[in-house]
């Protein structure tokens, strides 16, 4: 049982700040902020989890299986990843490509510590609480002084794949649409840098400055960390109704109001646009078909425009109401990857994407959220992230864009650097 008890905050979005700042002091924090991002779908505006009771760490070899035991043995709030290698739990697939960053494929945790924000409520719920302990530590977060301490040395980012070798791999995978092996895939590249000494609480708070998405994540295991501005939910289990939310389609922002809103709607019109979207709306509904009741799949909004800090974006909403038979991990573990990022059809698109690209994805493109007590859930997609390893002080980001039929490889390479932008000013 939780010991809860509830607050009226006076400043939330200061309180946020500090909450993460005074948080740092232990192993394991996440940290999911939706920016106050009009969301239909949502249950707090901000959590954090600090401080683990009990947790899961492993490698992709039956993660799903370990993960649903955790799951049903806690029956508590867990937190935690699926970085993307898990596919290779669940198909025959592997993940050979370079890894600087040696993160654990699966980490979950219970958290001692546990604070919900909607509005200006706040909500701590703690385990295994000393007396006056939660008061004390509330006392210490309103304290908590959240000055700018960001004096790193800019670093000098590297990319892992060249212009002319990102042009070349999109036209070799081109070649495998026109052969008819696939319709589409989503072709990534790693940026990174090496020696690197980050401040990971101050890069977090200028990225996401910079996006202010519905799904920025903070994370920390020890010495590991993600920090995420996020647009993408993956999946969302609410009861018995299941909901993911891919999103396919990107266009600039513009400072003319005027220039902006064509631009807006000229993304609901681009023909390549809607076609890589609605290629990934089906897979999304194959794949929740799997779990869900017969004749419950449905497509609630299909390429709906929605508008972000930096991009405007094209997301679609598909619904399922889940089969009494499957478990909440079944529901993850026959989804999983989110289709937006692999491609369709989905297994030939992860096989070649792991042929060209250079680097083992790992937590990026995978998925990072919670379990409550009754089995429901929350994921986003791991995007527009900055990946950081302290111990052997590497940094890494990626981006990634949809390669169909339609694709230009030279305008598809401007899309990654369009959404390398956040990062690299952020870390440069």
């Known amino acids: 049982m939780r010991t809860s008890v509830i607050y009226t905050l006076q400043e939330p979005k200061f309180f946020k700040k500090q909450l993460l700042k005074w948080a740092q002091q232990y192993r394991e924090i996440t940290f999911l902020d939706s920016n106050d991002y009009h969301q239909q779908y949502s249950s707090f505006d901000t959590v954090l989890a600090a401080d683990a009771l009990t947790l899961i760490k492993t490698d992709n070899y039956k993660a799903f299986e370990d993960l649903s035991a955790y799951q049903k043995t806690t029956r508590d709030w867990i937190f935690g990843y699926l970085s993307y290698d898990l596919k290779n739990d669940t198909e025959k697939l592997e993940s050979n490509n370079y890894d600087g960053l040696d993160f654990p494929d699966l980490f979950f945790f219970q958290p001692k510590k ?11 719920a703690y385990l295994n609480m000393c007396d006056d302990e939660l008061e004390n530590d509330f006392n210490e977060i309103l304290a908590t002084t959240v000055e700018n301490e960001d004096e790193h040395t800019p670093l000098a980012i590297k990319q892992r794949i060249t212009k002319e070798g990102y042009i070349e791999k999109v036209t070799q995978m081109l070649e495998h649409i026109h052969l008819g092996d696939i319709y589409e895939a989503n072709f990534c590249m790693e940026f990174y840098a090496e020696d690197a000494i980050i401040n990971p609480y101050e890069k977090y708070q200028a990225l996401n400055a910079i996006s202010e998405p519905p799904f920025a994540t903070y994370f920390k295991n020890y010495k590991q ?27 600039r922002r513009s400072n003319s109001i005027q220039e902006d809103e064509a631009i807006k709607l000229e993304l609901t019109k681009n023909e390549k646009e809607r076609s890589e979207n609605i290629m990934i709306v089906d897979l999304v509904r194959n794949d929740l078909s799997r779990t869900a009741k017969k004749g419950s799949v449905n497509v609630e909004e299909l390429c709906g425009a ?3 800090k930096q991009v405007h974006h094209l997301i679609s909403t598909v619904v399922s109401e889940l089969d009494d038979e499957y478990s909440p991990v079944d529901v993850i573990r026959t989804s999983f990857p989110m289709g937006s990022m692999t491609g369709a059809p989905k297994i030939s698109a992860m096989q070649i994407i792991e042929k060209l690209e250079e680097t083992k994805r790992g ?17 986003n997609v791991v995007i527009r992230s900055i990946l950081y390893n302290e111990a052997n002080k590497y940094v890494s980001f990626s981006v990634g864009s949809a390669i169909t039929s339609k694709a230009l490889p030279e305008k598809e390479y401007d899309e990654c650097l369009l959404k390398a932008k ?3 000013s952020v870390l440069e």
Not at 114 to 124: A, D, H, P, R, S
Not at 228 to 246: G, L, V, W
Not at 363 to 379: E, H, K, N, R, W
């Open 363 to 379: 937590l990026y493109s995978g998925a990072v959220g919670y379990f409550t007590p009754t089995g429901d859930f929350d994921f």
């Open 422 to 424: 956040a990062m690299r």
């Open 306 to 308: 929605y508008t972000f």
């Open 225 to 251: 960390y993600l920090l995420s501005a996020s647009p993408e939910r993956y999946i969302r289990k609410d009861e018995s109704k299941i909901i993911s939310q891919p999103i396919k389609g990107t266009a």
């Open 114 to 124: 546990l604070f919900f924000i909607k509005g200006n409520q706040l909500e701590i």
